[in-house]
């Protein structure tokens, strides 16, 4: 949305606690942000149980960004509390903003309603990391006054060849015990030293 002077529009945005009737709409949302084209190596994925478990676990830091009851956006965070020290981490776990959106001020709220949230709770540090290739994330993170940026490697191993290994021996054995059960093992067979006909 543009103003008439060309510059993006704020437009009226209500931050509210994420309640029970929020999980859809914020889980169809991030499925649409978070797919795994843009976060192939992610070590989080997106799924219900992501939504529903930040939900159950730390519901006053699910939060959702609304304009006239339509969803424009969540935040899903943590606290981490770390034995023997005296300090208390906040974790941005999860932002996303409707791409119609994006750039007018929503995320922005998001964020000061969960800052604000972890000053209350006596937080000493806010955490949240994104991929090195996400530019836009990384320039809100800095808008924000994050700093100190480290680099992380995520590696990836696809098990599909392994997974394909594993269910032809898996059928190999089954059809086995089923050869042994009903008495088919014939003298060729190779677990009788033969050749398998």
Same mark, same amino acid.
């Given at each position: 949305?543009?103003? =008439?002077?060309?510059?993006?529009?704020?437009?009226?945005?209500?931050? /509210?606690?994420?309640?029970?009737?929020?999980?859809?709409?914020?889980? +169809?949302?991030?499925?649409?942000?978070?797919?795994?084209?843009?976060?192939?190596?992610?070590?989080?994925?997106?799924?219900?149980?992501?939504?529903?478990?930040?939900?159950? =676990?730390?519901?006053?830091?699910?939060?959702?960004?609304?304009?006239?009851?339509?969803?424009? %956006?969540?935040?899903?965070? @943590? @606290?981490?509390? !770390?034995? +023997?020290?005296?300090? !208390?981490?906040?974790?941005?776990?999860?932002?996303?903003? +409707?791409?119609?959106?994006?750039? +007018?001020?929503?995320?922005?709220?998001?964020?000061?309603?969960?800052?604000?949230?972890?000053?209350?709770?006596?937080?000493?540090?806010?955490?949240?990391?994104?991929?090195?290739?996400?530019? %836009?994330?990384?320039?809100?993170?800095? !808008?924000?006054?994050?700093?100190?940026?480290?680099?992380?490697?995520?590696? @990836?191993?696809?098990?599909?060849?392994?997974?394909?290994?594993? /269910? !032809?021996?898996?059928?190999?054995?089954?059809?086995?015990? =089923?050869?042994?059960?009903?008495?088919?093992?014939?003298?060729?067979?190779?677990?009788?030293?033969?050749?398998? =006909?």
């Amino acid at each position: 949305m543009r103003s =008439s002077d060309g510059k993006e529009k704020r437009i009226a945005v209500r931050i /509210r606690e994420m309640e029970v009737d929020d999980i859809a709409p914020v889980y +169809h949302l991030g499925e649409m942000l978070y797919t795994a084209d843009e976060t192939p190596n992610t070590y989080r994925t997106w799924d219900v149980y992501e939504v529903v478990g930040l939900f159950h =676990s730390d519901t006053e830091f699910c939060l959702v960004a609304e304009h006239e009851d339509q969803l424009l %956006g969540f935040l899903l965070g @943590t @606290t981490i509390i !770390k034995p +023997h020290s005296a300090w !208390k981490y906040g974790y941005l776990i999860w932002l996303g903003v +409707h791409p119609d959106v994006q750039r +007018h001020g929503v995320a922005d709220k998001l964020f000061q309603k969960f800052k604000d949230l972890m000053i209350e709770r006596g937080i000493r540090m806010l955490l949240a990391d994104t991929s090195a290739e996400n530019l %836009g994330a990384l320039h809100f993170f800095r !808008k924000q006054g994050f700093g100190h940026p480290r680099k992380h490697i995520y590696l @990836t191993l696809n098990l599909d060849s392994e997974i394909q290994r594993m /269910r !032809k021996r898996s059928t190999s054995h089954a059809q086995l015990r =089923s050869e042994r059960k009903n008495g088919h093992l014939g003298i060729d067979h190779p677990e009788l030293g033969g050749e398998e =006909s």
